[in-house]
Structures are given as C-alpha cells and as structure tokens.
C-alpha cells in the first residue's frame, strides 16, 4: 500500500484541500500489484491442487499396479511350485513304495530289483513294479517342465543352481528334451 499526502492527491486531481491533509491513498500501481498479487495466488493453489491429484494418481496407480504383481506372483506359485511340490511328494511316497519288500531285492537298489525280477520272471509278473516306476519318471518330466517355467519367473540365484541340480538328475541319454 503507498501512502501519498491527501493534499497531494487533491492538488494533483485540482479538487479542493479538506481538513484531513494527510490519509493513505491507494495509487494505481498497488492495485495493480494487488491483482497481481491474487492471481499468483491463484496460480499456486492450482498448481499446488495439480501437483495433489498427480501424487494421489500416482499412489493409486502404483498400489493398483503392486496389486496386480502380488496376484500374479500368487498364479505363477499356485501354476508351478505348488504341482512341484505335490508330485516330489508324490514321487518320496513312491520311491518309499519300491524301497521295501517285494519290489526290492536283498542288497540292491530300486532299477537293480527292478532288473533282477524281470530277467527271473518276465515283465508280465512285474507289471506294478514297473507302473511305478513309468509314473517316477512321468512326474520328473512334469517336475522338469515346471522348473523351466517357473525359473523364468524364479527371483533368487538359489533356485537357478537347485533347478540345475535336479536336472542333472536326468542324465540327457533319457531325456534329452530336458536339456535343450
């Protein structure tokens, strides 16, 4: 606000001097300043408003977008690692199976019984025997499968290196597909 002698405005208008010569007066550049004033007023409560809805959207758009990564991290665990899990229990059950009596022959492992019975009595007569061991080795080619899957989704190291181990497992004579 300027302040300029009323006697001064007066005589500069050419209107007569009162008995008040002296007051504040507005001149016309502090109303100017005073619109100036309130439009950068203004323009900081928009800009200040613009940059609240561009946080919030922002907030909003990464909880949606974390949301969306969490559900397809639980779909990829309930796809690959969960059937992982079910048929290497599957298979312990199965591998407990032939490690007792009759699939197994004294001081020998599983394939080694497995080949003693049938040179004895034939293929026919070890049927079971060798169901189960079709199904050990129908599950290690779905467990295989899985890895590879799921190792491109896989976020430690650790997994790369114990996936890698299985699949030493199955030598790539038998299946060579895994290897690829």
Do not use: C
């Not at 591998?95 to 034939?122: C, N, V, W």
């Amino acid at each position: 606000m300027a302040f300029e002698t009323h006697s001064a405005t007066v005589q500069r208008h050419g209107l007569p001097l009162g008995a008040n010569s002296i007051r504040p007066v507005l001149s016309e550049s502090t109303g100017d300043r005073m619109a100036s004033d309130r439009v950068n007023k203004q323009t900081v409560a928009f800009l200040l408003a613009v940059a609240l809805v561009s946080v919030l959207g922002g907030a909003v758009a990464w909880r949606h977008a974390d949301q969306l990564r969490h559900a397809s991290r639980a779909q990829i665990i309930a796809m690959t690692l969960e059937p992982i899990e079910a048929l290497l229990d599957e298979n312990k059950a199965i591998i407990k199976e032939l490690q007792t009596e009759p699939f197994t022959e004294k001081d020998a492992a599983i394939l080694e019984s497995y080949l003693a019975k049938i040179r004895r009595d034939g293929v026919p007569k070890h049927a079971d025997m060798k169901q189960r061991l079709d199904q050990l080795a129908e599950n290690n080619t779905a467990i295989v499968t899985l890895i590879k899957v799921y190792s491109l989704h896989a976020k430690t190291p650790a997994f790369k290196s114990e996936a890698d181990k299985f699949r030493i497992l199955i030598p790539p004579e038998i299946y060579p597909e895994h290897w690829m």
